[in-house]
Structures are given as C-alpha cells and as structure tokens.
Nanobody
Framework: QVQLVESGGGLVQAGGSLRLSCAAS????????MGWFRQAPGKERAFVGG????????YYADSVKGRFTIYRDNAKNTVYLHLRSLKLEDTAVYYC??????????????????WGQGTQVTVSS
C-alpha cells in the first residue's frame, strides 16, 4: 500500500506560480503512474493530469494544458505539479494519486485509487 504526502500549496496572486510536491512511500514508486486531481469548493474532484510510470508521457485536462506541468523524480519517490499563470478558478485542494496497477499510462482518472491528504492552493486577485 502506498502512502502519499502532498506539500507546497499556499496563497498566490493570479498570474503567479507554485510547485506542488507529492512524496510517496510504501511500494515501488517507479513502476506506477501518478496523477493530480483537484477539488474546488462545492465541486466534485476533477482530474488535472497524469504521468506514466517512466515519466516519458504526460496528460492534462484542457483547463490546465499549457499552464501546468507534471514531472517525477523516481530516485526521490516524488511527483511534482508545477502550476503557472494561475487563475482564480484554479483555487482548490490539490491531491496526488497513485495508479492501482503497475506500468500504467497515467491518462485515465479511473485507474487511480490511492490518495494523499491534499494541499490547498488559493489564488487571489
């Protein structure tokens, strides 16, 4: 079973940037795809994007494409979400998640089943 701990959230002005981190432990990190999700107040959790197990492919929701970047460091058992050009509507709790099965591609939100506790990102005007 994998344990995930997110960090790096905070308050940022619109147009600004943040980098979120997700540290994993408990199983072989490098063989599992990882994903990021977010949940805004009053809304359902939404898929932000994912990265395949090797880090060679990434996928993004249309709402963040071109502004957010996912990458991973398998030596550090960590996946990152770099948020740029932040908008008010990016305000949410951001969660990282791990694929349920090894060697996944990371594009299907339904394949993720292990979640961190989340980190709050608040974008102000």
């Amino acid at each position: 079973q994998v344990q995930l701990v997110e960090s790096g959230g905070g308050l940022v002005q619109a147009g600004g940037s943040l980098r979120l981190s997700c540290a994993a432990s408990g199983r072989t990190f490098s063989t599992y795809a990882m994903g990021w999700f977010r949940q805004a107040p009053g809304k359902e959790r939404a898929f932000v994007g994912g990265i395949n197990w090797s880090g060679t492919s990434t996928y993004y929701a249309d709402s963040v494409k071109g502004r957010f970047t996912i990458y991973r460091d398998n030596a550090k058992n960590t996946v990152y979400l770099h948020l740029r050009s932040l908008k008010l509507e990016d305000t949410a709790v951001y969660y990282c998640a791990a694929d349920l099965r090894p060697y996944g591609l990371g594009y299907d939100p339904d394949t993720f089943g292990s979640w961190g506790q989340g980190t709050q990102v608040t974008v102000s005007s």
